[in-house]
């Protein structure tokens, strides 16, 4: 059987090292779980099972070994396994837009400390930040289990140990509130929201994902895409969480040169927008972005001068 020629991923960014997708012959190579998942789709390309959390996580493990230098990692049952591609797009964007202050350049290495809101327990924007780029991290969270876990993939991985650390936020409705010291610096910060407003509505979602992904019905949510409470929920939803993630930036003016995150929900831009107008930002920037099989977009904001950005020391 002839396999087809697998065409570009033009939606991902240029920098993208998965923009070819997968070379399952490679990644099996690296980690041989993973040829237990691999079939052949109607297509005649080699593929796994998205819908299959077991699956998704031995690509995971895979595309971590072969690609950033990751010989151990796991994540905790029912908590989320995110999609590698997406979230290395994210960091590719926001090495953009530093550059844009940078003369053109994109500043690497330790001295770009970033502030990622939500770690979760599978500690990927810090590796993938890290391994692209040498950025240094702090990651927060309010699951104490999470924080446990990315302190454990951490350790079993010794290049990580003096570029991530870890801080549990003990008051979940702060963001930045506990975080953030008069001593911190960071060029940016990163954050995958919770898109819910309750349980009930993340896991409805979660069926239709199935559903799609399958093109079949089922009232049953897969674990993998159930997630974690705090990590797809909360009181108020993307729409709650971002807004008030932009009244406390505006407390920490000089100490973050972007505050970030991605946006799913297209309509909540303009309430977002009114916000910030309201706290006086220096410059407001929206990203569009490819996540999977649906748009996003990065919000970013900065209540520094474009002589105050100039002047940021990476």
């Given at each position: 059987m002839k396999l087809k020629q697998i065409t570009e991923k033009t939606n991902l960014?240029?920098?993208?090292?998965?923009?070819?997708?997968?070379?399952?012959?490679?990644?099996?190579?690296?980690?041989?779980?993973?040829?237990?998942?691999?079939?052949?789709?109607?297509?005649?390309?080699?593929?796994?099972?998205?819908?299959?959390?077991?699956?998704?996580?031995?690509?995971?493990?895979?595309?971590?070994?072969?690609?950033?230098?990751?010989?151990?990692?796991d994540i905790l049952e029912n908590y989320l396994c995110p999609p590698i591609p997406g979230r290395v797009d994210y960091i590719h964007c926001i090495?953009?837009?530093l550059a844009s202050n940078n003369n053109g350049i994109i500043p690497e290495g330790e001295n770009v400390q970033v502030l990622d809101i939500g770690i979760g327990a599978n500690c990927i924007y810090p590796i993938l930040g890290?391994?692209?780029y040498g950025w240094s991290f702090v990651g927060t969270e309010i699951d104490e289990k999470a924080i446990q876990n990315?302190?454990?993939?951490?350790e079993a991985n010794p290049k990580l140990m003096?570029?991530?650390?870890?801080?549990?936020?003990?008051?979940?409705?702060?963001?930045?509130?506990?975080?953030?010291?008069?001593?911190?610096?960071?060029s940016f910060t990163i954050c995958n929201p919770p898109f819910h407003n309750s349980q009930?509505?993340?896991?409805?979602?979660?069926?239709?994902?199935?559903?799609?992904?399958?093109?079949?019905?089922?009232?049953?949510?897969v674990l993998n895409f159930g997630g974690h409470n705090a990590e797809l929920w909360c009181d108020g939803g993307e729409?709650?969480?971002?807004t008030q993630m932009i009244f406390e930036s505006a407390k920490y003016p000089m100490q973050c040169l972007w505050f970030t995150t991605l946006v799913s929900k297209?309509?909540?831009?303009?309430?977002?927008?009114?916000?910030?107008?309201?706290?006086?930002?220096?410059?407001?920037?929206?990203?569009?972005?490819?996540?999977?099989q649906k748009t996003s977009r990065i919000l970013a904001w900065t209540f520094q001068t474009e002589a105050q950005q100039k002047a940021w020391k990476f």
């Amino acid at each position: 059987m002839k396999l087809k020629q697998i065409t570009e991923k033009t939606n991902l960014h240029p920098r993208n090292q998965h923009r070819l997708g997968y070379n399952f012959e490679q990644l099996i190579a690296t980690c041989p779980e993973l040829q237990q998942f691999v079939g052949i789709n109607e297509h005649q390309n080699k593929t796994i099972d998205f819908a299959n959390p077991k699956a998704v996580k031995a690509l995971n493990k895979a595309l971590l070994i072969a690609h950033y230098d990751i010989q151990n990692w796991d994540i905790l049952e029912n908590y989320l396994c995110p999609p590698i591609p997406g979230r290395v797009d994210y960091i590719h964007c926001i090495a953009d837009l530093l550059a844009s202050n940078n003369n053109g350049i994109i500043p690497e290495g330790e001295n770009v400390q970033v502030l990622d809101i939500g770690i979760g327990a599978n500690c990927i924007y810090p590796i993938l930040g890290n391994s692209v780029y040498g950025w240094s991290f702090v990651g927060t969270e309010i699951d104490e289990k999470a924080i446990q876990n990315c302190k454990k993939i951490i350790e079993a991985n010794p290049k990580l140990m003096d570029v991530i650390s870890l801080q549990l936020q003990t008051e979940s409705r702060f963001i930045f509130k506990n975080i953030i010291t008069p001593e911190d610096r960071f060029s940016f910060t990163i954050c995958n929201p919770p898109f819910h407003n309750s349980q009930e509505e993340a896991t409805k979602a979660s069926i239709r994902k199935i559903n799609n992904l399958e093109n079949t019905r089922t009232n049953t949510p897969v674990l993998n895409f159930g997630g974690h409470n705090a990590e797809l929920w909360c009181d108020g939803g993307e729409s709650g969480f971002v807004t008030q993630m932009i009244f406390e930036s505006a407390k920490y003016p000089m100490q973050c040169l972007w505050f970030t995150t991605l946006v799913s929900k297209k309509e909540n831009l303009s309430s977002f927008y009114k916000t910030l107008n309201k706290v006086n930002v220096a410059d407001v920037k929206t990203i569009n972005m490819a996540q999977g099989q649906k748009t996003s977009r990065i919000l970013a904001w900065t209540f520094q001068t474009e002589a105050q950005q100039k002047a940021w020391k990476f």
